[in-house]
């Protein structure tokens, strides 16, 4: 069955960057992309961005300015989201997703990421 | 616009039917995908494309699609379906995504 299992939560200072892991299993990691969610605490969802694991190619939300950096490691069937520059605004769990029958059908179990000075 | 538009929340009654509506100009050009999310947890996709479910999902969910307006119906609504409902589609550029602003359900 399709699984993806992201990393732990992160506690990071202003400032400093993070870098979350989506470990993909049950199906041909290649054929799916990979897009990542995040969810500040009481907001709704917002969409960062995402990448074609076939070819590398990425798309990212202008709304990160360019902090966010998507990669993926074909070998290790894992997709990986790095946000730079990170302030407290940007205290949310994020989640990895991939489509299936539509979009975005299946999810991650998201990863609590903690800005705090 | 690439903003996705819904009514912050609505209430219905055990049994009866209500309808969430996203409103965008991208809506025009892209079906719409619907998401239900319970607190704590992440979002299950309910309806994609036309009016599509994916296994597992009630057939009292159904969507439909009218010009810049997206609609989500809950027929016969259930205690279990209290939640949070979010629209998502593409962007008017066809390369990014975007999430709606959310309805909260309420079943009374």
């Known amino acids: 069955q399709v699984q993806l299992v992201q990393s732990g939560a992160e506690v990071k200072k202003p400032g400093a960057s993070v870098k979350v892991s989506c470990k993909a299993s049950?199906?041909?990691?290649?054929?799916?992309?990979i897009h990542w969610v995040r969810q500040a605490p009481g907001h709704r969802l917002e969409w960062m961005g995402w990448?074609?694991?076939?070819?590398?190619?990425?798309k990212s939300s202008q709304n990160f300015q360019g902090r966010v950096t998507i990669t993926r490691d074909t070998s290790a069937t894992t997709a990986y989201m790095e946000l730079s520059s990170l302030r407290s605004e940007d205290t949310a769990v994020y989640y990895c997703?991939?489509?299936?029958?539509?979009?975005?059908?299946?999810w991650g179990q998201g990863t609590l990421v903690t800005v705090s000075s | 616009s690439s903003e996705l538009t819904q009514d912050p929340a609505v209430s219905v009654a055990l049994g009866q039917t209500v309808r969430i509506t996203c409103q965008g100009d991208?809506?025009?050009?892209?079906?719409a995908t619907w998401f239900q999310q319970k607190p704590g947890q992440a979002p299950v996709l309910v309806v994609y494309?036309?009016?599509n479910r994916p296994s597992g999902i009630p057939d009292r969910f159904s969507g439909s699609n009218s010009g810049n307006t997206a609609s989500l119906t809950i027929t016969g609504a259930q205690a279990e379906d209290e939640a949070d409902y979010y629209c998502?589609?593409?962007?008017?550029?066809?390369?990014?995504?975007?999430f709606g602003t959310g309805t909260q359900v309420t079943v009374l």
């Open positions: 997703a991939k489509n299936g029958d539509g979009d975005l059908h299946y």
């Open positions: 998502h589609s593409r962007d008017s550029s066809g390369n990014h995504y975007v």
């Open positions: 991208s809506l025009r050009n892209y079906y």
């Open positions: 494309g036309k009016n």
């Open positions: 990448i074609n694991t076939g070819n590398g190619n990425t």
């Open positions: 049950g199906y041909t990691f290649t054929s799916y992309a």
